[in-house]
């Protein structure tokens, strides 16, 4: 006998579906000139997006293509550097 998921569940669960497609459209911006090299964001980011470049003081985002989206990286930058579009 197969049971059907309760409503709030399925109701959950389509939910959440709409907000993957959702951020599989989202991509990272990045502006360097407002990046002061706090590295919050390299430190956060599952992926290993970021990379420190101390010499400069910021970071870099490369392999944006692995990128999932997450904006962990995005609400621990203080300075607004980063966004999600």
Known sequence: MTVNPEPSLMASLLEHW?????????????????????????????IGCWTPDRANRTVIFHDGEKCIACGACVLQCPEGAIALK
């Open 18 to 46: 709409e907000i993957a497609k959702t951020l599989r459209g989202l991509e990272i911006q990045f502006d360097p000139q407002k990046c002061t090299g706090v590295y919050q964001c390299y430190e956060v980011c599952p």
